[in-house]
């Protein structure tokens, strides 16, 4: 289940792996800005010898910095959020951030050096899609759609769509399907994710 969202949203992921640069708040308040900072300051493989724990910190690090968490968190669990308690909301937020980490820091070793190009945005209300596009190895170019949303700390991605295909959907459609199939029972969901992810080796 986990696997198959977290390779097709990698791809978009990918070209965000830096050494967390600061940038400015115009950059931060800039949608397009934003996603050519990501694309221009790429590297093109994973630093030799960092460990699993490095890299999932450096995933980790990058994720709550680009990225909404808590809103994708939200999306992915759909009308259940509001019937999950306080205490389940919190505990799935940690293990969909820990599911989504663990999956990028192994897909993105498969990947190589790139080319990255933002092509323009276009507003729609508050948010803003950012396209852009990604050619890897010299194989068939892949059109990454970014959805951004402003927030108390510029703007953030909340969902990134990989040649058409939104990984914020695919996400709520995977887990969702978890909880239907035990009767709308959310701990079940939480059970399922914490067990996945310590078999996939997620570390904190």
């Known amino acids: 289940m986990i696997q198959r969202l977290l ?13 967390g640069t600061p940038r400015s708040l115009a950059a931060t308040n800039d949608p397009a800005s934003i996603v050519s900072d990501l694309g221009s300051r790429a590297i093109a493989a994973m630093p030799n010898g960092d460990t699993a724990a490095a890299n999932q910190k450096r995933f ?54 790139a080319s990255f190009e933002v092509l323009g945005s276009q507003s729609d209300g508050e948010a803003v899609t950012v396209s852009s596009r990604v050619q890897i190895n010299g194989g068939a170019a892949i059109r990454v759609n970014w959805r951004l949303n402003p927030t108390n700390h510029g703007y953030k991605v909340t969902d990134v769509l990989v040649n058409g295909i939104s990984t ?11 909880i239907q199939r035990h009767n709308g029972h959310v701990p079940s969901l939480l059970v399922a994710m914490r067990e996945k992810n310590a078999s996939n080796g997620i570390l904190r």
């Open 60 to 113: 980790r690090e990058l994720f709550r910095q680009y990225f909404d968490v808590e809103a994708c968190a939200r999306f992915a669990l759909g009308t259940y959020w509001r019937t999950a308690t306080a205490v389940q909301r919190q505990e799935f937020v940690e293990l969909y951030e820990d599911y989504v980490i663990v999956g990028y820091s192994t897909a993105l070793r498969a990947l190589g050096g």
């Open 7 to 19: 390779l097709l949203s990698a791809f978009a992921l990918f070209f965000s792996l830096i050494e």
């Open 168 to 178: 914020a959907s695919t996400q709520h459609s995977e887990l969702v399907s978890v």
